[in-house]
Structure formats: structure tokens, C-alpha cells
């Protein structure tokens, strides 16, 4: 896409939003899924039409993530999977079984967490790192991006967890996902929220503004971009998710200065408790 129209809307009316903070050349491991260098993002432009917020000079980002390696990722696999327990509870109430697709699938987590639940459950990841992980569990991930030429026919369900906002054509990526839609299938997708009070109170230090992460939605721009996909929003959440209190203390010490550093005593810093933060939007979508 034209790097310098919006990504959502097709507007042209961009506006300066933040300067790019990226020191350095980038890396497949600045994309982690668990990178920690808060506030440090490309460029990024508001558009005036629908209020997405791109980054437009980092639009073509596919080879960061084919070299992608995060190996903390895979330590914290327990927690990941009653994040996606929970968001197998709320699929559940609209598709009880079926075909599931899961784009951006990391290594498997969620596929592994529908195949227990009885779906048939098949995964896509680009980086060959966390792909050879889901393999190595047996789990049937592919390599690459979605659309892919090995999935075929339609599914119940299609889920993409935090993924759009790291595509520079998240109204075609939302298209393909309707397109492999059964009649009565549903999607989900959850992305952070720009338009969030956590967003707006921490400004440029808001713990979602990460190189990985090019597209900001709100509420009002991802039903834009449902929109134009031809799809329409079922229902909204605010997804919670699942950490140790080790990683919560590790990162909060982030924003506090070294003099007040928080620790965790041994005792509890495997101990996994929910966290909503209400900055991170969830959509159930159908077909319109």
C-alpha cells in the first residue's frame, strides 16, 4: 500500500504524530513478542478521517519476523495458555466446535488449546523460530503469512490474536480472514487500544508503543476497518491477560525510578494471576 495513505480508510489526510525513536539498525529480535523497549516506535501518523495511527516509513516489516527468535515467549507457555483458555470460553458460546484457524499463531499455544477442546485447529506463523517450536510439539502450524496456499476451504472459526497491528494492509488481512469464513463462522481479533485511558495517561511511554507494532487502533477505527472488510462486529471485550507476578514487578519497575524498585519474593514469582488493564480491544466479527 501507498505507505502515506491511511492503511484503514484510504484517506490521504495524514498528520504528524510522533517522530520515529528507533536508535540503531533494526533486527528480527526487536520485533519479539516480548520486547520490553516501551515508547520506541518509527514515525508515526494519525489520520485525520478515521483516527488510525500508522507508521508509515515502516511499512514492510514481513522479514523482522521471518528471522524472529523468543525464547521468553516459550518460558511463559503456562500463562499464555489461560489467556487463550479464556478467549476459547468466549469463542465457544458462538462456534461450540469446528474448524479453527488461528493467523499469527506464534508456537501453537492456541491451537494446542482448541485441538484439547475438540476443534480442528491449524495454525500460520512467519517466523521460522517459533513454527519449529509448535512443531516440535506436534502442533500443526505452517510457515508463512496468511493468506497461505496449504490452507484451504473455510473454517468456524478465525482468530487473530495481536496481530493486525503489525500489517500495513490490515483491511486486507481482515478481508482474507471473512473469506475463509464458513456461513456461520466467526472471527475474533483483539489488538491494544490508542484511544484507551491507559494510552492517553501514559502517552508516549504506553507500554504498546513498540517497534513490532505499526498500526494503532481504537474502537472507532477497527469498526471502520470491519467495514471495509465486509465484515460486522458480533460483539466488544476487554480481554484480560495472564502473567507471573515476576514479569508484572519486572515490568512496572520500567516506569519507577531505581530508588523505589519493586522485588517479588521467591515464593510468589511463579504465581500467575489475571491482569486487564482495559487497554486492548476484542472483537467477535461474521460476515456482513
Known amino acids: 500500500m501507498d505507505a ?23 533486527s528480527g529480535a526487536s520485533f519479539a513478542v516480548t520486547d520490553s523497549n516501551y515508547g520506541v516506535t518509527g514515525e508515526l501518523h494519525r489520520c485525520s478521517r478515521c483516527g488510525f495511527v500508522q507508521g508509515s516509513r515502516l511499512d514492510e516489516v514481513l522479514q523482522f519476523y521471518e528471522d524472529l527468535e523468543d525464547p521468553s515467549y516459550e518460558a511463559g507457555r503456562l500463562e499464555r495458555r489461560l489467556q487463550f483458555a479464556k478467549l476459547m470460553d468466549l469463542v465457544q458460546r458462538y462456534q461450540p466446535t469446528g474448524r479453527l484457524l488461528d493467523v499469527g499463531a506464534a508456537s501453537g499455544i492456541l491451537v494446542e488449546v482448541a ?52 500489517v500495513s494492509d490490515p483491511v486486507a488481512l481482515l478481508r482474507a480472514a471473512g473469506a475463509a469464513l464458513s456461513a456461520n463462522g466467526v472471527g475474533v481479533v483483539t489488538t491494544p487500544d490508542v484511544g484507551s485511558l ?17 498500526g494503532y487502533f481504537d474502537r472507532r477505527s477497527l469498526g471502520f476497518a470491519l467495514e471495509r472488510a465486509g465484515l460486522r462486529p458480533v460483539a466488544w471485550r476487554r480481554p484480560s491477560w495472564f502473567f507471573r507476578l515476576s514479569y508484572i514487578l519486572e515490568r512496572v519497575n520500567r516506569y519507577t525510578p531505581k530508588y523505589v524498585e519493586l522485588s517479588c519474593p521467591r515464593l510468589l514469582s511463579t504465581t500467575v494471576v489475571p491482569l486487564n488493564l482495559l487497554d486492548s480491544l476484542l472483537v467477535v466479527f461474521a460476515r456482513a
Open 4 to 26: 502515506f495513505v491511511c492503511w484503514v480508510c484510504g484517506s490521504n489526510e495524514l498528520t504528524f504524530a510522533r517522530a520515529s525513536t528507533i536508535v540503531g539498525p533494526l
Open 115 to 166: 485441538q484439547a477442546r475438540g476443534y480442528a485447529a491449524v495454525g500460520v506463523e512467519p517466523s521460522q523460530w517459533l513454527q519449529a517450536r509448535a512443531r516440535e510439539r506436534g502442533l500443526p502450524v505452517l510457515l508463512g503469512s496468511f493468506p497461505h496456499p496449504d490452507i484451504t476451504g473455510t473454517f468456524d472459526v478465525v482468530t487473530l490474536v495481536d496481530v493486525i497491528e503489525h
Open 198 to 214: 491507559a494510552a492517553r495517561v501514559l502517552g508516549r511511554k504506553w507500554w504498546h508503543y513498540r517497534v513490532a507494532h505499526i
